[in-house]
């Protein structure tokens, strides 16, 4: 049972997907070439001119700018939004699926790190050893934490044995 209603429940899953989002968005762009996601702030990689904190809103200043950079007119990937979309789409997706719980904190930290590894693999043809890393230790650490919900491979299980019938195999007992 979640604590508010449903509709602000899920405002707030879009909201902070799409902050997420913007985040990923960092580390794609500058994990892959060691640099720090914290700091210098972000700019227009043909320009190089700062981005303001109004232009830098998820989605909402894509849109009013039009896809392009506010000083040198040069078109921003439409990946940009995209993984700001997506991240809230994760989010929403998520809480329907497992609602205020610590299954959705594992599913989320999952899909990010695979956003993040999907998209700086299809940009970079590179995927980033610190999040490889990170999410092996995350999950190791979460899979010791929050129970791991077997259903899913039960049911694949399940599916393969009725197509694959595997022949008897020979008891302990009648080997030599």
Known sequence: MMPFP??????????????????????ITRLP?????????????DC???IRWYDNIPVLSYLLLRGRCRNCRRRISTHYPLVEILTACLFVAGLAEFGLSRDLFKAIIFGMLMIVLIFTDLRERVIPHSVTL????????????????????EWVFRQLGSCFQPRSLPSLERLP
């Open 134 to 153: 990170l999410g092996g230790v995350v999950g190791l650490v979460l899979s010791l934490l929050i129970p791991v919900n077997d259903a899913l491979f």
């Open 6 to 27: 449903a509709g602000i429940s899920y405002g707030f899953a879009v909201l902070f997907g799409l902050i997420c989002g913007s985040f990923l968005n960092v580390c």
């Open 33 to 45: 070439r060691h640099q720090s996601v914290v700091r210098p702030r972000s700019c227009c990689p």
């Open 48 to 50: 190089r001119s700062l």
